[in-house]
């Protein structure tokens, strides 16, 4: 079940960043559709295997913050991905990079959520 997992991940990645391309001001994307889904694919691995690194790593300043620090993560991983495809990305300032966040963490806590239905279905 973690390859459904992966994969919610990424096609939420991919349509966290179109969307956001298409309604944040300040956020760009200057690549094909191809690029867009090779990036959304980054993005979609490194939520899953880099992810659960930093949260467990992160847990004490978690724990203080009372989860907040958790977007601080989201937003770095997105801001990673914006230095790892400078030429197809570009996200202008705090409050882009923020609003593509919650569009991305929106749609993995509904397709989560979706996916968790899904299996209680099955049986």
């Known amino acids: 079940m973690h390859i459904g997992k992966l994969l919610f991940h990424i096609v939420s990645g991919i349509?966290?960043?179109f969307l956001a391309a298409k309604f944040v001001p300040g956020v760009e994307f200057m690549g094909s559709y191809k690029m867009l889904i090779i990036i959304g694919g980054v993005l979609g691995i490194i939520n899953f295997f880099i992810k659960p690194i930093l949260?467990?790593?992160?847990?004490p300043i978690r724990i203080l913050t009372f989860g907040l620090f958790s977007?601080?993560?989201?937003?770095a991983m997105i801001w990673l991905i914006e230095i790892l495809f400078p030429k197809e990305i570009e996200i202008t300032?705090?409050?882009?990079?923020f609003?593509?966040?919650l569009i991305i963490w929106a749609l993995n806590f509904f397709f989560g959520v979706r996916n968790k239905e899904l299996r209680r279905?099955?049986?």
């Open 15 to 17: 349509l966290g960043l």
């Open 55 to 59: 949260k467990a790593i992160s847990l």
């Open 71 to 75: 977007l601080v993560i989201n937003m």
């Open 93 to 97: 300032g705090l409050w882009p990079l």
């Open 99 to 101: 609003l593509t966040t």
């Open 121 to 123: 279905t099955k049986f």
